[in-house]
Every structure is written in structure tokens, then in C-alpha cells.
């Protein structure tokens, strides 16, 4: 009975959990017109969430496509607005890594963090150096190809900012001074990536519940009938 039973909870997760496909925000292609600036900038490109998305692995650009960061590169998440509190925890990258994307970005997978609504930016700080490049399309990148997820996202622009360390460059009001108009700023900098996918909340139904009671139910009167033959 009980193998029998959770067979019908296994079935009735399996409605109303879907599988999620995950979206790499922005994906990376091959550039030969690189960023190499000493100290390393912050570079963020920004955006807007529409519906809830959850946040499972933070990237950043891999010029070489590799898969090796000499680093230390370091991405996170933060809100583009108000206080601009970090969102996801930093992620660091130095080491080797299997290339993702079109082969030039790396990523590192993090506990699922949803993302409401809102606005938000993806910040990188450690890249620009010779070992390991970013990109710019104010010295001619072709920046990322933007995936927003079948309009869960919408790309608003880029920040950056000359602090020397790592920070989220919303807060220090540098409207990124060189950057390309709209809209190719919203695809600026080969730097900060991320995956993310749909939240789906699975909600209990009347329809749900009955299918689950109904397959209990014969389970009983299947086992019970057998103990009679």
C-alpha cells in the first residue's frame, strides 16, 4: 500500500511540476576588440524582471573560451533601485571551468534564489585585465546576445564604475561615461551573466486532489481484492 501510494504522490508532483529549461540572460561570443584596464572595473548590464524568475548559476565572460579564469573574477546579483541590495550571494572565479553559451562564458551554480519583480543588475568586477579581458562595444566588442526568457526579462542598459573593488556601481551614480546608446547599451559589456528560469509555484486543485484520492483508492481495492484470490 505504501509503494503504492507514493507512486500516485510521485505522479500527481509530476502535474503540476513541469521541468524548468534554463536561459543563459546574457550569452557571450567570440570578440577580438578586447577591454584591458588596470584596476579592474565594475561592469554591470541591467534589467528588468517581469514575472518571478529563480536564479540557479552566476557566469562571467571567458575571452578565451577555455574555461580557464586566472581571477580572481567575482559576479553577483543586486537591485537596481532604492538601496541597491545584493541579491545573490558573490560568486568568485579563478580555476578552470567548462565553457557554457556559445563557448565564452563560464558559470557556477548557486542555491535558487527568485528574483520578484523589479529592477536589477548583474555586476562583475576582476575581469579587464591581460589574462582575462572583457569586452566593450565603445572600443568595438560585439557584446552578448540577450535571451530574455520569452519576455520574463527586459534589458534596460549598463553601469560601471572605477571604484577598485567590488561594488554595485547603481550606488555610486556613474551613468557608465562612454557607454553606446540604446539599444546596444542594453548588451554593452561582455562581463556578468547568469541562468535563470521560470518560478512556477505549484498550487493545489480540487481536480488534483480528487485524481491522487481516486489513484489511492483503487490501490486499496486492488490489494484488498488480491488478498481475497
Request: glycine fraction near 10%.
Amino acid at each position: 500500500m505504501t509503494r503504492c501510494v507514493a507512486m500516485v504522490s510521485i505522479a500527481a508532483l509530476a502535474c503540476v511540476l513541469p521541468a524548468k529549461a534554463e536561459t543563459l540572460a546574457y550569452t557571450d561570443g567570440y570578440n577580438t576588440n578586447l577591454l584591458v584596464y588596470n584596476p579592474s572595473l565594475n561592469l554591470a548590464l541591467t534589467f528588468d524582471v517581469n514575472t518571478p524568475v529563480s536564479v540557479t548559476a552566476l557566469g562571467v565572460f571567458n575571452a578565451s573560451g577555455s574555461g580557464t579564469i586566472t581571477g580572481p573574477v567575482e559576479v553577483a546579483i543586486f537591485q537596481d533601485s532604492g538601496a541597491g541590495t545584493q541579491v545573490t550571494p558573490t560568486v568568485t572565479f579563478a580555476g578552470n571551468y567548462t565553457p557554457v553559451g556559445s563557448g565564452y562564458d563560464v558559470v557556477q551554480t548557486i542555491t535558487a534564489v527568485i528574483l520578484q519583480p523589479g529592477a536589477y543588475l548583474v555586476d562583475e568586477w576582476g575581469l579587464n585585465t591581460a589574462a582575462d579581458p572583457a569586452g566593450d562595444q565603445y572600443y568595438g566588442s560585439i557584446g552578448p546576445t540577450l535571451n530574455d526568457g520569452g519576455g520574463l526579462l527586459t534589458f534596460t542598459g549598463a553601469l560601471a564604475d572605477y571604484t577598485g573593488a567590488f561594488d554595485n556601481p547603481f550606488l555610486n551614480g556613474d551613468a557608465c561615461s562612454g557607454c553606446a546608446t540604446a539599444p546596444a547599451v542594453y548588451s554593452e559589456f561582455d562581463a556578468g551573466t547568469f541562468e535563470f528560469s521560470a518560478t512556477i509555484v505549484p498550487e493545489p486543485s480540487s481536480f488534483l486532489l480528487t485524481v491522487a484520492f481516486l489513484g489511492i483508492l483503487s490501490c486499496a481495492i486492488g490489494r484488498r481484492f488480491r488478498r481475497r484470490i
